[in-house]
């Protein structure tokens, strides 16, 4: 593994369906985010971790929960998806404040 | 929150020339990076730059934070260069939680 990568690459999901989107990273960075990205649009941050065993909300984290067990890991819970949660997930990590993205996940809801 | 805006919302050039993209911001930053988003959906990192000059290759960029500005640089346009770029900033009262501006998409035709 070299820097950030994501799981599952893309992804068609059935609304009210229970989902995970997985990131991890290798850089031993403190700080990690989740970001959506929609069509035509810039990044909106759902989440973000300053360090293992923390987290906090960030601009649109309504229907979404992360977990931040250890360094390494960061996933991102859809507990019941809508269809308004078709979007492009970026995960992304940190250190000295610069950020560092993952390839992205494609997710739709239907 | 903060505001970000980004200028023009879209530019089209002819390979080989140069062009100026602007950064604005509402508030003060305790970090301000831009991207570039290619056309196959991946943000690379151009410049951390909280303040000053940075310069990489055709690239270089410049960040005024007591005026809450930010501008990027393209120098002698390539093919390649075309996609979106990105401004991301971090407010200095709220650590960890960084805000895009919607981008400025770049098209250089041959």
């Known amino acids: 593994i070299a820097g950030i990568t994501q799981a599952p690459t893309s992804q068609i999901l059935a609304a009210g369906r229970r989902m995970t989107l997985r990131c991890t990273q290798d850089m031993r960075h403190n700080a990690m985010y989740w970001y959506r990205q929609d069509l035509g649009l810039g990044l909106r941050l759902i989440h973000y971790s300053n360090t293992a065993g923390t987290t906090g909300k960030g601009e649109v984290p309504d229907g979404y929960s992360v977990s931040r067990a250890n360094t390494d890991d960061f996933p991102l819970t859809l507990a019941s998806a809508v269809p308004s949660q078709t979007s492009v997930y970026f995960c992304?990590?940190?250190?000295?404040?610069?950020?560092?993205f993952g390839p992205g996940t494609r997710l739709t809801v239907l | 929150g903060i505001q970000v805006e980004q200028s023009p919302p879209d530019l089209i050039l002819q390979e080989g020339a140069n062009s100026t993209l602007r950064c604005n911001f509402s508030?003060?930053?305790?970090?301000l990076q831009w991207f570039h988003q290619n056309p196959w959906g991946q943000l690379i990192n151009l410049f951390y730059?909280?303040?000053g000059t940075k310069q990489n290759g055709r690239l270089s960029a410049t960040t005024v934070a007591t005026e809450r500005y930010s501008l990027l640089y393209i120098s002698s346009s390539q093919t390649t260069d075309s996609g979106v770029y990105f401004c991301a900033v971090v407010q200095n009262t709220n650590a960890g939680k960084s805000t895009f501006g919607d981008g400025t998409t770049l098209t250089v035709k041959p």
């Open positions: 508030d003060s930053v305790n970090n």
């Open positions: 730059i909280p303040s």
């Open positions: 992304a990590s940190s250190v000295g404040g610069e950020q560092f």
